[in-house]
C-alpha cells in the first residue's frame, strides 16, 4: 500500500493537484481561465462517458449490471443518512449545514472517478465498462436524501420545479449519459475512430484540470477557519466510511477488483459540481464555504492522495488478484 500511495503521489495527475494547491496557498496569480476549466471539463466527461459506453457495448448487459446499478442508487440515498448523523456527533455546526454536507457525500465526484480509473490504468487493471452509468445514478438520490433530512428540522427546503431541473437536467449527468449513449451506440468502431482524440490526450488534459482543482482547493484551504476540528475530522473519516460500504456492496454484487475500486472511489467521493448546484436553490440558507470547503479542500485531497491507493489496495486483499 506504501508503494502504490508513493506511486500515486508522485503520478503527473497527483503532482499537478499539488502545484495547484501550493500556487494558491502562496497567493500566487496563476489561474485557468474559466472558459478552458470549463471546456477541460466537458472533453473529459465526454471522453470517460464514450468510452464507458463503448466498452459496456463490448461486454453486454447482464443481472450484474442491474444489481451495480440498485447498489449505486442504494448508497447514495443511505450515506447522507449516515454522513449527517456522523457529522452531528463529531461538529457543531447546524442542522441545516449538517445535512447539505451530508448530501454532498452521498453523491459522487464525477472528476475522483475520473482519476480512479487513470490509477486503474497506470496499474494495467481493468473494470466493467458500466461503472460511468453507475457514477450517474448516484448523482441525485443524495439531494434528494439530503432535503429530506432537511425537511425533518425546522427549515423545511421545497422541492420547486427549479430544484428537480437542477437534479435532473444537471449539465454533468446530461453530458456523462449523453455521451455513454453514444458510446453505446457506436460501439469499438466509433472508438476507434476517435481514440486519437479522446484516449490519447486524457491523462493531459486531466492534469490541466487537476492543477485548476489544486488552484480551488488551495483557496478553500486559506478560508479553512469556517470549520471545526470535527467537521475536518469528518472530512477525513466519511471517506472511509463510504468506501466501506462500497466494498460491501461490491462483494454483493460480485464486481471485478477494478470495478470494486471504483465503486469504493465513488461511495467515498463528495460531490462539488451538482449537490452545490441544488443546494443554491434548495437551501439557500445553508452555508457553501463549510460544504465546498469540506469537500473541495479537505476530502478530495485525501482521496487523491491517499485514498485511491488504499482502495485499490484493499480491493486486491479482498475480491483477489
Not at 159 to 164: E, P
Not at 204 to 214: A, R
Request: net charge negative.
Amino acid at each position: 500500500m506504501l508503494d502504490l500511495a508513493l506511486a500515486n503521489l508522485l503520478s503527473p495527475i497527483v503532482l499537478s493537484f499539488v502545484l495547484g494547491v501550493g500556487a494558491a496557498l502562496a497567493r500566487s496569480d496563476l489561474s485557468v481561465p474559466e472558459a478552458v476549466a470549463k471546456g477541460i471539463s466537458i472533453y473529459l466527461l465526454f471522453a470517460i462517458g464514450f468510452k464507458g459506453g463503448a466498452s459496456l457495448t463490448e461486454h453486454g448487459i447482464d443481472l450484474t449490471l442491474g444489481l451495480s446499478l440498485l447498489a449505486g442508487v442504494v448508497l447514495s440515498f443511505g450515506l447522507p443518512l449516515v454522513g449527517f448523523s456522523l457529522l452531528r456527533v463529531l461538529s457543531g455546526i447546524s442542522r441545516t449545514d449538517a445535512a447539505a454536507v451530508a448530501g454532498h457525500y452521498g453523491s459522487i465526484s464525477i472528476v475522483t472517478f475520473v482519476a480512479g480509473t487513470s490509477v486503474l490504468a497506470d496499474a494495467g487493471i481493468s473494470s466493467e465498462g458500466y461503472m460511468v452509468a453507475i457514477a450517474a445514478a448516484m448523482e441525485a438520490p443524495a439531494i434528494l436524501s439530503a432535503l429530506w433530512l432537511i425537511s425533518r428540522g425546522s427549515d423545511v427546503a421545497e422541492m420547486s420545479s427549479d430544484v428537480w431541473r437542477e437534479i435532473l437536467l444537471n449539465g454533468s449527468i446530461v453530458l456523462l449519459l449523453g455521451s455513454f449513449a453514444i458510446g453505446m451506440a457506436t460501439g469499438a468502431e466509433g472508438l476507434s475512430r476517435i481514440e486519437s482524440f479522446i484516449v490519447s490526450p486524457f491523462q493531459g488534459v486531466l492534469c490541466l484540470f487537476l492543477l485548476d482543482m489544486g488552484l480551488i482547493a488551495g483557496r478553500g484551504l486559506r478560508q479553512a477557519d469556517v470549520l471545526d476540528r470535527g467537521a475536518v475530522a469528518f472530512g477525513i473519516l466519511m471517506p472511509l466510511v463510504g468506501a466501506t460500504a462500497g466494498l460491501v456492496a461490491s462483494m454483493i454484487v460480485g464486481l471485478s477488483i477494478g470495478g470494486t475500486t471504483l465503486l469504493m472511489t465513488l461511495a467515498a467521493s463528495a460531490s462539488y459540481i451538482a449537490v452545490p448546484a441544488a443546494m443554491r436553490v434548495a437551501v439557500p440558507q445553508a452555508n457553501p464555504s463549510i460544504y465546498l470547503t469540506l469537500s473541495l479542500a479537505v476530502t478530495f485531497p485525501f482521496t487523491l492522495v491517499l485514498g485511491l491507493p488504499i482502495y485499490l489496495t484493499v480491493a486486491k486483499s479482498v475480491i483477489g488478484s
